[in-house]
């Protein structure tokens, strides 16, 4: 029965996630069709545009061979009314000259008419009739300003939709995630000298398949990328993965997206957990800051709270015994179950009390490699950062344990910087960052301490860890901001395998005073 039951739940998760991928299927196809229809009239919308522009320009360029017709038109008409203007003057003066020689024919007196005869004779030689050209100084043809648009004609035909840029294929192996950057290669799936620049989308994830339409955080995008590649960079890695996807461009029209592509990224990502932390610190996500009046009016709360849940225990331990009794076959009660999951989810830590002015992280390290960063206030007196297991007492201090490993920063007469563990304490000659870089290798018993901002070393601790680690903090006056979501800088993995006597391990802390 018990095996028929576990086959059966397989069968309904399998089945409950197909539906979800079916439904989420449906919501691309619908997303999908929506996007056609907004395309669509983009589209049109663009075409008119362009069809209006070349309107335009056929009109502009319409009236201005025109106008250039009509002024060679004048130009020529000018011309040849001036000709014809010369030509009326020189008949003119050659039909006055005609009625004279008329008159000096009649002359009787030899010497008169020689006379006659000789001053026409010198006019006509300087008559403008002999002197004008009866061609025409232009002609009338207006050929040289005829158009003939069959090839343009053919060009307009010839006119179809713009060739779409074909979309890009990242190429998988070439990106790079490192440093909290990931580098992102792709090429054209054949050359086009058409393409002007590329657009590169990107979104977090916590799924590794497909993109999602729902529940998913928008896509980020980066425009005008004019090669081949590009680097995101300053990320914070908060989520598993990364979707990524590439679209080429040309002057005019995108063409599709790539296949997006999922790329893991791998980061430490805590909070602070307020549920523990010690009541005169005020906690918010990754920032934990003194508040000298957090503990006031509390405790009695706490003890109001106490007593109600000693008083939900004992009734619950009578309604658990009586479901024992009732319930021969030992299974637990659908009730019992519940509260119990609730109970562990929560935990039985105590908050830090004293002067423990402790946080802690809320997620463990059990392997790996894994880096975050603090930034403290300027008036910050007094503040540690390290790693503990989680066995440290309400009462402790980070680094006065033999299970905690810490440095200690003090600015309260003068500035100091110590490492610690086992309550044992060696001072570090080396100025105050103003951010500190943690680097925990729990696989090979490293903990060192780093300025954050120009990766110098601090301090190393080596040991062999045994159980969890939580990130730690203590802090009295001011407030300390962590910074996680970040992979272990390259630059720490070399200064880690070229690290030389500037670390000190935990044995030799034993010796010191």
């Not at 197909?18 to 069709?33: A, G, Q, V």
């Not at 050209?133 to 002609?139: C, D, G, I, Y």
């Not at 296949?259 to 005020?282: C, G, I, R």
């Not at 402790?396 to 910087?417: A, E, F, P, R, V």
Request: charged share 25%.
């Amino acid at each position: 029965m018990d095996e028929q039951k576990e086959t059966l739940q397989r069968i309904v998760s399998t089945l409950a996630n197909k539906n979800d991928e079916i439904h989420n299927f449906i919501d691309m196809l619908n997303h999908t069709i929506k996007n056609v229809q907004v395309n669509s009239s983009n589209v049109i919308s663009e075409l008119d545009e362009e069809f209006d522009g070349l309107y335009s320009i056929l009109d502009e360029m319409k009236g201005s061979m025109a106008n250039t017709i009509q002024q060679e038109e004048a130009r020529k008409i000018q011309a040849l009314q001036d000709q014809l203007s010369q030509c009326s003057d020189a008949l003119e003066s050659s039909e006055e000259l005609l009625e004279l020689a008329a008159q000096s024919l009649d002359i009787k007196d030899p010497v008169k008419f020689l006379q006659a005869a000789r001053q026409i004779k010198d006019r006509v030689t300087m008559a403008s009739a002999f002197r004008i050209s009866l061609k025409p100084k232009v002609s009338d043809s207006m050929t040289h300003l005829m158009v003939d648009f069959a090839l343009e004609r053919r060009m307009l035909e010839a006119v179809k939709f713009l060739p779409v840029p074909k979309p890009p294929e990242i190429d998988l192996a070439a990106c790079v995630v490192a440093d909290n950057c990931i580098t992102v290669s792709w090429k054209m799936p054949e050359e086009d000298s058409r393409i002007d620049h590329f657009v590169l989308e990107y979104r977090k994830t916590n799924f590794d398949g497909l993109p999602r339409v729902k529940d998913e955080q928008r896509w980020e995008l980066i425009d005008y990328i004019k090669a081949t590649e590009y680097t995101l960079s300053g990320l914070k890695f908060d989520t598993k993965y990364i979707n990524i996807r590439v679209q080429a461009c040309n002057k005019a029209v995108a063409g599709e997206y790539s296949d997006p592509v999922t790329l893991e990224t791998k980061a430490f990502v805590f909070s602070l957990d307020s549920t523990s932390s010690h009541l005169n610190l005020k906690v918010e996500d990754t920032y934990v800051e003194w508040d000298p009046t957090g503990g006031k009016g509390q405790e009695k709360i706490k003890g109001k709270e106490n007593k109600s849940r000693l008083h939900f225990t004992l009734e619950f331990s009578a309604s658990s015994l009586q479901a024992a009794q009732g319930d021969r076959s030992g299974a637990p009660s659908p009730k019992r179950t519940s509260i119990i999951a609730r109970s562990s989810a929560r935990g039985n830590r105590d908050h830090f009390t004293g002067e423990s002015y402790t946080v802690l992280g809320d997620t463990a390290i059990e392997s790996g490699q894994h880096y975050w960063e603090v930034r403290a206030q300027k008036d910050c007196k007094s503040y540690s950062v390290g790693v503990t297991y989680r066995n440290m007492g309400k009462f402790d201090q980070l680094g006065k344990t033999n299970s905690s490993w810490c440095i200690h920063i003090n600015n309260w007469l003068q500035t100091t910087l110590s490492a610690k563990h086992n309550n044992k304490t060696k001072t570090l000659d080396i100025p105050v960052p103003d951010r500190i870089g943690v680097y925990c290798d729990f696989d090979g018993g490293q903990l060192a301490f780093y300025n954050g901002n120009s990766k110098q070393l601090l301090h190393t601790f080596r040991t062999k860890f045994t159980q969890p680690l939580l990130p730690g903090f203590m802090i009295w006056c001011g407030g300390l901001t962590v910074s996680t979501g970040l992979q272990v800088p390259s630059v720490l993995k070399m200064l880690q395998k070229s690290e030389n006597g500037l670390s000190v391990s935990t044995s030799s802390l034993n010796n010191i005073a």
